[in-house]
């Protein structure tokens, strides 16, 4: 017999309307999945599993209301489906701590507009999901917490910064999770995890009523096992919502787009060269970009090497707006020791940029977003390696733990890995982390997920995700279980 965490969201949710399953014995059995898997993973930081009964309670009261399948489909589409929101969103009565210990005991009174509409849409958040301090880096190792791990390797980062996302969802938690991502924070987890990740168009999903930052780098989207549950979460995110201040161009119906999976004939371009000089690309991260290339071919899309054309500049610009947002979170004088060492290092670059420079630094990101999205519009896709290694070592980034680690080295190092992600979060292109690599074993080293990235036209999250699913059908991946499953 299936197990409940076998079941995608999608499937979950039309089995509770059918009865098969009760929204409380599926919030039990995922709570109990989390107290038998978390200790390995440190997917969670806060859980809520008495709120999460209540909400199960009431879901069960409105499927027995609706009285029939046919009825409950006036019901709200994922009623009953456990889902967590990242430690990075705001939510009334719970706990959110934003990866640090300044916040260790900060409880809002108001909800991220994403836990908001995620709860509009019937789904039943179990907590909260780790994240590395204030979202900064692309890994998770919070201070005074275990590291968040990969369920393939539990010896390997989950990513970040919604790595306890990645690890929650890959491990059979739970179907799917929200997730921001501000330089690659979704893409990263969904492809050391071997998810679906969706860096959505900038504006599509509000980031109101106090998340966010002034430039819009930072945006909402799923993490989820299959693309038709990564687009059903984005029905539900995807609300215009009044006063935001990032119009989008609105597709809708993801879910639609998703299963007819039949884009049509599209031109993809492709480049795997990072605008970094002197990095180096590890052969599995190239492998799943060149198999990927020939299966968009025997598809039917014509494929093409392009040139990006990123202007040098990109870096420096990328860098003065990062530090800058490092003061996104307000953390008193007597406080700022408690903070990571690389936490420290980018707020005291960033508190050395004046307000011209900052001005000229968002000016010229506009101007490159520009170039590079004119550039984009060549072809309608474009395919490229999500990242330029595999999953690291826990304590790669920084030596092991020792609190006297060189950020700077961190940093280099985090280029390194994440070469292709932050330049999509400058321009608010949509961008689309699949797992269609998979290493082979060896004696030293278990499969791991191997993620690719397709990039489109602002407002063509629609698109990216009937393509994906297209791909997804042609070489599924849902079936693959890591071993803490």
Known sequence: MTEPHE???????????????????????????????????????????????????????????????????????????????????VTAGVRTTFGSPVYAGYVPDTDDDAARLLAAAGTISLGKTAVPEFGLPPYTEPAGRPPTVTPWDTGRLAGGSSGGAGAAVAGGLIPFAHGTDGGGSIRIPASVCGLVGLKTSRGLVSRGPTGGDPLGLSVSGPLARTVSDAAAM??????????????????????????RAAPGRLRIGRYSQPMLPDLTVDPACL??????????????????????????????????????????HPVPPEAEPLLRPLTRWWRAR???????????????????????ITGHLRVDVTLTPTLAQLPRPVGWFTDGGDPAH????????????????????????????????????????????????????????????????????????????????
């Open 7 to 89: 079941l995608t969201a999608l499937e979950q949710a039309a089995a509770l309307r059918g009865g098969e399953l009760g929204a409380v014995e599926l919030v039990e059995h995922a709570l109990r999945r989390v107290e038998r898997w978390d200790p390995a993973l440190a997917a969670f930081v806060t859980l809520t599993p008495e709120r999460a009964l209540d909400a199960a309670r009431a879901a069960e009261k409105l499927l027995a209301s609706a009285g029939g399948a046919s009825a409950a489909g006036e019901l709200p589409a994922l009623l009953g489906v456990p889902t967590a929101i990242k430690d990075l969103a």
């Open 234 to 259: 984005l029905d539900a995110l995807a609300v215009p919502v009044p006063g935001e201040p990032f119009g989008s161009p609105f597709s809708g119906a993801f879910l639609d787009a998703a299963r």
């Open 406 to 485: 060189d950020p700077a080295d961190d940093y280099a190092r985090q280029q390194a890995f994440t070469p292709y992600t932050a330049i999509y979060n400058i321009t608010g292109q949509p961008a689309l982390s699949l797992p269609l690599g998979w290493t082979e074993p060896t004696p030293d080293q278990p499969v791991l997920p191997v993620g690719v990235q397709l990039v489109g036209a602002p407002g063509a999250d629609g698109l990216l995700l009937e393509l994906g699913a297209q791909l997804e059908a042609a070489a599924p991946w849902a079936h693959r279980r890591p071993p803490t499953w």
């Open 287 to 328: 492998a799943a970009y060149e198999s990927t290339s020939r299966l968009l071919v025997e598809l039917g899309h014509d494929v093409v090497d392009v040139d990006p054309g990123f202007d040098p500049e990109f870096v420096e610009v990328f860098e003065t707006l990062w530090a800058v947002l490092a003061h996104g």
């Open 350 to 372: 960033g508190a050395v940029v004046s307000g011209p420079e900052f001005m000229l630094a968002a000016q010229a990101a506009q101007n490159l977003s520009r170039r590079v």
